[in-house]
């Protein structure tokens, strides 16, 4: 049995990420995406009153009358600063605000996800690592690198090439950081250390060609 050695404190800000088994891409088309952050947003709720699966078939007029109650009378259990789901990936920088949230958001997100993919693509077993990783947040500095470091991931794997398609990049939360209103995403520890959206924007990118340098330093050494 695997045991985590970094403990999971509330109150506490953590760096969380996991990958699929073997690499294998398990985000690979726009469905499968959109179904990832559809997961995000319903399981930051503690014991919401359905299943995703049992909410995904209700009619749309109930599936809107539900998720609007969640949303005013729903308890969270994590606050998410930042993610981005990459093909065979995910990242989270996330505060726990009840005790085992993210323990149990990131169990409900892959096993739910792991449990529709599996449907798709006919396979079995496990989709994702058995154990996400945990680092915690231990400096005002070390928490807005790892967003930057999260945001950027689409650019540093070349997965998109350009830093003007950043914001376009659906499956991250930075392009919720240049909206007026974000349900998902808690943007009040952001805004403790940029004060405009163009700082934050210009903190993000000035780091892409270091960052990629990173990345290929890595794989080199792996």
């Known amino acids: 049995m695997s045991y985590r050695r970094t403990p999971i404190i509330t109150g506490e800000v953590y760096h969380t990420f996991n990958r699929s088994i073997a690499r294998q891409p398990i985000f ?27 909410y995904n078939r209700l009619p749309l007029r109930e599936k809107v009358d539900f998720l609007e109650n969640l949303k005013n ?9 930042a993610f981005c789901l990459m093909p065979n990936h ?17 169990s409900n997100f892959q ?10 693509t006919g396979r079995t077993g496990s989709l994702f690592q058995s154990m996400f990783k945990a680092v ?23 997965l998109i090439k350009d830093t003007d398609d950043l914001e376009a990049y659906p499956w991250s939360s930075y392009s ?3 909206k007026e209103n974000s349900d998902v995403i808690d943007k009040d520890l952001i805004s403790r250390f940029f004060q405009s959206k163009q700082k934050f924007k210009k903190f993000t990118l000035d780091q892409v060609d270091y960052q990629r340098k990173l990345d290929e330093i890595k794989h080199l050494s792996m």
């Not at 088309?29 to 709720?45: E, K, P, Q, T």
């Not at 990242?91 to 726990?96: K, S």
């Not at 096993?111 to 798709?120: E, H, I, P």
């Not at 070390?142 to 945001?151: A, E, G, K, S």
């Open 28 to 54: 690979t088309n726009v469905r499968n995406y959109s179904r990832g952050l559809d997961l995000i947003s319903f399981y930051r709720y503690v014991q919401p009153r359905l299943r995703f699966s049992h």
């Open 90 to 106: 995910v990242h989270f920088l996330i505060r726990q605000i009840e005790e085992n949230g993210i323990s149990r958001f990131m």
């Open 176 to 178: 919720e950081y240049f």
């Open 111 to 120: 096993n739910s996800y792991a449990k529709y993919f599996n449907l798709k």
């Open 73 to 81: 009378n729903g308890r969270k259990q994590i606050k998410i600063s």
């Open 136 to 158: 915690r947040i231990e400096s005002d500095e070390q928490f807005v690198h790892v967003c930057r470091y999260i945001h950027l991931n689409p650019l540093t794997s070349y």
